[in-house]
T-cell receptor, first 117, second 112 residues
Framework: GAVVSQHPSWVICKSGTSVKIECRSL??????MFWYRQFPKQSLMLMAT?????????EQGVEKDKFLINHASLTLSTLTVTSAHPEDSSFYIC?????????????FGPGTRLTVL | SQKIEQNSEALNIQEGKTATLTCNYT??????LQWYRQDPGRGPVFLLL???NEKEKRKERLKVTFDTTLKQSLFHITASQPADSATYLC???????????WGAGTKLIIKP
C-alpha cells in the first residue's frame, strides 16, 4: 500500500523557536495532503489542506502565519510551526490520498510529537 | 453544524465476543463513511469505506453498516482478540478536497 513518512518523529524545542515537520509520500504522488493536530484523548483536528503548487487552505481558527505550509512537490509537504509556544505542543499528523481517488482511504504518516518547553 | 458522535467511554469486551462500535452524525449527508484504527502515538490506519448506497461492508472479521435514515454507522469486530485493542475512529468524507470530518474515537479494550 501507499506509504507516507514524517520527519522528525519527535522534537523538543525552546519557546520562540521555529520547527519544521516534513511529510513525504514515498511511493505515490500526492497532489493533496492534509495536516492534522491531535491533543491527548481528543480527535484529529484538520488544520489545513495542502495543494501542490498553490497556497494551503486553512481551517477556521488556524493561524496561517504561525503554521506555514509549503507543498513544493508532488511528494513533499512541510509544516513549519513558527515562534512555537508551549500551547503548540501536540501530535501533528499528515495524510495523503491517491490522486483521482480522493474519496478513498487516506494514508497517514506516523505523526510528529512536538514538545515546546 | 456538522457533528459526528462516537461513544467517548472505553468499550471493554471479552476475547472471542463481538465488539460493536457506534458512529452517529447530524447535519450532514455523506456520500462515504470511513473507519480507521489508531494505536497510541501512531497515525490512523484505514480499515473500511462504505458508500451511501451500501448497507453493509465486510472485510475478514470486520463488518460495517451504514443507515442513512438513522444517520448511523455500526462497526463490528467478530471473534475479538486482544490485538484488536485500539481506538477506532469514524470519518465522513466531504468538502471540495474530500476532507475527512472525524469523530473523537472509541477506545476498545479486548480482555483475554
Amino acid at each position: 500500500g501507499a506509504v507516507v513518512s514524517q520527519h522528525p518523529s519527535w522534537v523538543i524545542c525552546k519557546s520562540g523557536t521555529s520547527v519544521k515537520i516534513e511529510c513525504r509520500s514515498l511511493d505515490f504522488q500526492a497532489t493533496t495532503m492534509f495536516w492534522y493536530r491531535q491533543f491527548p484523548k481528543q480527535s484529529l483536528m484538520l488544520m489545513a489542506t495542502s495543494n501542490e503548487g498553490s497556497k494551503a487552505t486553512y481551517e477556521q481558527g488556524v493561524e496561517k502565519d504561525k503554521f506555514l505550509i509549503n507543498h513544493a512537490s508532488l511528494t513533499l509537504s512541510t509544516l513549519t510551526v513558527t515562534s512555537a509556544h508551549p500551547e503548540d505542543s501536540s501530535f501533528y499528523i499528515c495524510s495523503a490520498s491517491i490522486p483521482g481517488q480522493a474519496w478513498n482511504e487516506q494514508f497517514f504518516g506516523p505523526g510528529t510529537r512536538l514538545t515546546v518547553l | 453544524s456538522q457533528k459526528i458522535e462516537q461513544n467517548s467511554e472505553a468499550l471493554n469486551i471479552q476475547e472471542g465476543k463481538t465488539a460493536t462500535l457506534t458512529c452517529n452524525y447530524t447535519n450532514y449527508s455523506p456520500a462515504y463513511l470511513q473507519w480507521y484504527r489508531q494505536d497510541p502515538g501512531r497515525g490512523p490506519v484505514f480499515l473500511l469505506l462504505i458508500r451511501e448506497n451500501e448497507k453493509e461492508k465486510r472485510k475478514e472479521r470486520l463488518k460495517v453498516t451504514f443507515d442513512t435514515t438513522l444517520k448511523q454507522s455500526l462497526f463490528h469486530i467478530t471473534a475479538s482478540q486482544p490485538a484488536d485493542s485500539a481506538t477506532y475512529l469514524c470519518a465522513l468524507v466531504g468538502g471540495s478536497n474530500y476532507q475527512l470530518i472525524w469523530g473523537a474515537g472509541t477506545k476498545l479494550i479486548i480482555k483475554p
